[in-house]
């Protein structure tokens, strides 16, 4: 067996091309991996089963380019970025590309995921080469048909040309390239030649959303189909005693009822007979460890102020600074769990039959899915085909499969089709939260300088991974320790929308802001100086770039006018790097009614080379908002094991006229791009905290902000 | 079953339900109109806005048994092929990003617009906040429903 460096692609097995029956031109590529070498294109396009590579382009005899865009598709863009990239580098006018949603590939892939913005990241080369390549085979088989050297031959815009003026259209040689060899070391084209990267290119999808075409998994349908409802335990900790189905089994259009798990399925002909026929159940739980908030907070209290915890990272001698320090500041601050809240719910299709699993829906880990609906029906997980649709929202909750192993096990016990479709109630209360997580910070102080830093998180479940120990401030304070512990509750977690960060960095920036203000400093100036203090490329484990970081702070406090405030408007900065990505942000605010309104916002933001400015900019305003909304108004509490919330009355969102206009400025950069999905997000809530601090005198320690203003409200009018 | 007759974008249409189901699991799950969403069965999100006689109203609070002599327009109703103004808007400015609850803001905005057809910008962001977005695209629908204000105007 032959062995494979680190770091050269084995093109051979990474890139193969087909001619198409039908005509045209067919280029399979393996994402991350250079794969295999026996694997075969497919012949047809009709017929593709996605079992050997995990991406596709597809070259038409007139030139039209069809791109089977891999990863799944959540709003972060990607169904129209990624595509753009194999464009550039093919060189076809974006016009002539018709993009596609690709299925999953179980056998091949690593990497068929949206999460952790890693989308763009880790696939950029892979892309980029694809393209490349392709135009490469085009352009050989011109200097083939013309009798020349193929360094005579150019390709641009869909159009080869040779040195004597002579020109073929993509089309005119796609058959010809298709039987070519796949070229090795095939030139990418210099950033500053690039055509479709950097220029807006509207949402691929556009046109089908705006005009309510079948999109999503919801509007997904099969003949036959029926709709299952499912009624879960109402609180954590609870168990199904019994049931009785009489009146539900009465309601029009319900077909069975029946038991899994803990649960109870309803299936009806239509959703309507659906909801109402688990309306009319009648069950009783059985109560067993029923957890509480207030629970929650004693224990977590309890575990920072304990020695229990794991060392994540220890730099210097943290005990001395603290010993020798003038002043010490020491922090707590909390955080509510979350749920996701995705505009459509949680659904799935499932048709278990004896011949084959099929299931359809939205879903940001078709693979792992696959692979556990495998295991829960003890078959081999290339029994299970998997159809992506596009997700009306992900934020972490559809990373987790559990609405499609519910779907299959329903499938598979009732016999037929069916798609499961969660109310909202059970989308905000089936579980899989944010965790409430709460930190312990404090810093030592001595002449002026930071001399020590102490992080302790105690979180619900899991702990920050791997990575965060070595964000700022790490590499920026000589005496630094990050410790981590857990409780580990009946009430399920999981990753939200950048996990830990999202709250991590309101703690960490408003931490900052109140060591700014002890040294009698500038904010935006302490950041700046704390990053002076980073030996860069002296300890591989940090993650950021602290000149990277220095660049979006002082376009940030440029472009939002750091130093100069309007009467009636306060300030505050912020600035975190997470996902690869750099960001900073200046929140604007003015006291209105007693109570924050943020004005503005303006971003600064180092993600590499941008891909798509109109998706971007789209990404990080949300971005922004979302941490906003999150931070000011997200509750969500415990009593007896059941969620206080379960629809969008009792739980707020933030709406249109609770926001402010987010600017956002990129750097301009030529280095490879990073993910957007979850960067903008994580400093916002500490960027708002600040203002306020400004505005109230008040430093907000708990979200959401508008509880924790509401049980100090003299406080902040004083 | 009852049957229901209804003019739905245009078209008289018959349709056999339940008399209590709502209108937005008629259009979803009987006529195959999936352009309008459901996001909370309760009026709090906006993402099944349809317009009964020009007006923007929450499909999922609507009983069918209500509506026989209702003139139901939904998304795929609001236009021949995407050209009305608001749409034209929110393509111009890329509005959606996952894009399911577009069509229930697309929807809010005709109706709006309707009714006041040189809005300031505060009324827009009252009349636009029934409608939630958990991606917080407001920045952009803010700006497309002022911009389709002008193209109607």
């Known amino acids: 067996m032959k062995k494979q460096t680190k770091t050269t692609f084995s093109r051979r097995g990474f890139i193969r091309t087909s001619a198409l029956a039908g005509g045209g031109m067919l280029i399979g590529f393996n994402f991350l991996t250079a794969c295999k070498d026996e694997v075969k294109p497919p012949v047809d396009i009709a017929n593709l089963n996605f079992n050997d590579f995990n991406a596709y382009i597809k070259i038409a005899d007139n030139g039209y380019v069809t791109i089977f865009s891999p990863n799944p598709e959540i709003g972060q863009g990607v169904k129209t970025s990624m595509p753009m990239i194999v464009a550039e580098e093919l060189d076809v006018p974006w016009e002539h590309v018709h993009v596609e949603q690709a299925g999953l590939d179980t056998d091949n892939y690593r990497g068929q995921v949206a999460g952790g913005s890693q989308s763009i990241r880790q696939n950029w080369d892979v892309l980029r080469q694809t393209g490349a390549t392709a135009k490469q085979m085009l352009v050989n088989a011109a200097a083939a048909k013309w009798q020349i050297d193929a360094s005579e ?242 934020f972490g909750r559809r990373l987790y499969g559990d609405f499609a192993l519910e779907a299959a096990e329903i499938s598979s016990k009732a016999g037929k089709p069916i798609k499961l479709v969660y109310s909202r109630e059970d989308d905000m209360n089936a579980g899989i939260f944010r965790p409430a997580i709460k930190y312990r910070i404090s810093a030592s102080l001595k002449d002026g300088k930071v001399t020590g830093y102490k992080l302790k998180e105690a979180a619900i479940n899991s702990n920050m991974y791997g990575l965060i120990p070595n964000f700022f401030p790490a590499g920026a304070i000589p005496n630094l320790k990050i410790e981590s512990a857990n409780y580990k509750s009946n009430i399920t977690t999981g990753a939200w929308r950048a996990p830990y960060t999202n709250f991590l960095a309101f703690a960490e920036q408003s931490f900052f802001d109140e060591v700014a203000e002890a040294l009698n400093q500038d904010a935006v100036q302490l950041r700046l100086d704390l990053l002076d203090n980073v030996d860069e490329g002296a300890d591989d484990r940090i993650q950021y770039s602290a000149s990277r970081m220095k660049e979006v702070i002082k376009l940030a406090a440029e472009k939002g006018d750091w130093n100069n405030t309007p009467d009636g408007i306060y300030k505050g900065f912020s600035a975190y790097y997470s996902h690869n990505t750099h960001v900073a942000e200046v929140a604007e605010i003015s006291i209105q009614n007693g109570m924050p309104k943020v004005e503005r916002v303006t971003a600064a933001v180092d993600c590499g080379i941008v891909i798509n400015p109109t998706g971007a900019n789209n990404q990080v305003v949300g971005g922004v908002l979302d941490g906003i909304g999150h931070a000011m108004y997200g509750d969500f509490t415990f009593e007896a094991g059941k969620p206080s919330a379960s629809n969008f009355d009792t739980y707020r969102l933030i709406r249109m006229n609770e926001t402010p206009k987010v600017a956002v400025h990129f750097i301009d950069s030529e280095i490879a791009p990073t993910g957007l999905g979850e960067p903008g997000l994580p400093p916002a809530g500490g960027a708002v905290a600040n203002a306020i601090k400004a505005a109230t005198g008040k430093r907000l320690l708990k979200q959401p902000f508008t509880k924790y203003l509401a049980e100090t409200e003299s406080e902040v009018k004083g | 079953m009852p049957v229901y007759n209804l003019m739905v974008n245009g078209k008289s249409l018959s349709v056999e339900a339940e008399s209590d189901t709502p209108l937005l699991w008629v259009l979803r799950d009987e006529l195959n109109l999936v352009g309008t969403k459901f996001g909370c069965g309760i009026g709090q999100c906006g993402a099944c806005t349809v317009h009964i006689d020009g007006t923007a109203t929450r499909s999922c609070l609507l009983q069918i048994s209500s509506l026989e002599e209702a003139k139901i327009t939904t998304i795929e109703g609001l236009s021949e092929d995407g050209t009305h103004p608001v749409q034209v808007a929110w393509k111009e400015h890329d509005v959606p990003q996952c894009g399911y609850c577009q069509a229930g803001q697309i929807m809010t905005a005709a109706s709006f617009l309707n009714s006041n057809a040189a809005p300031s910008q505060s009324e827009i962001r009252d009349a636009m906040s029934g409608n939630l977005c958990r991606c917080a695209s407001y920045n952009r629908i803010e700006k497309a429903v002022a911009d389709a204000a002008e193209k109607i105007a």
Request: charged share 30%; aromatic share 6%; proline share 5%.
């Open chain 1, 153 to 394: 031959v150019s390709a641009k815009n869909g159009i080869i040309t040779s040195k004597s003026g002579k020109t073929l259209g993509y089309g005119d040689v796609v058959k010809e390239a298709a039987a070519l060899e796949v070229p090795e070391n095939v030139p990418l084209k210099e950033p500053k030649h690039f055509k479709i990267i950097g220029n807006d290119a509207l949402n691929v999808d556009l046109d089908k959303i705006v005009t309510g075409k079948p999109l999503f998994g919801l509007d997904y349908k099969k003949d036959g189909m029926h709709i299952a409802s499912v009624m879960r335990p109402p609180s954590f900790g609870q168990t199904l005693k019994d049931f009785d189905d009489t009146e539900s089994r009465k309601i029009t259009g319900v077909t069975d009822v029946f038991q899994f798990g803990d649960k109870i399925a309803v299936l009806a002909k239509n959703t309507w007979s659906a909801v109402k026929g688990k309306k009319a159940l009648k069950a009783n739980w059985e109560d067993n460890a029923l957890e509480s908030t207030e629970k929650h907070d004693e224990l977590l209290l309890g575990l920072l102020n304990s020695s229990e915890g794991d060392v994540r990272r220890e730099d210097g001698d943290v005990d001395k600074a603290f010993a020798e320090a003038d002043q010490i500041i020491d922090r707590i601050y909390e955080s509510p769990f979350l749920p996701h809240n995705c505009m459509e719910p949680m659904n799935f299709y499932a048709d278990v039959t004896s011949e084959k699993v099929q299931l359809a829906g939205p879903i940001q880990t078709p693979e792992g899915t696959a692979n556990r609906v495998a295991n829960l029906l003890d078959l081999a997980p290339e029994e299970i085909e998997v159809e992506l649709t596009r997700m009306g929202g992900g």
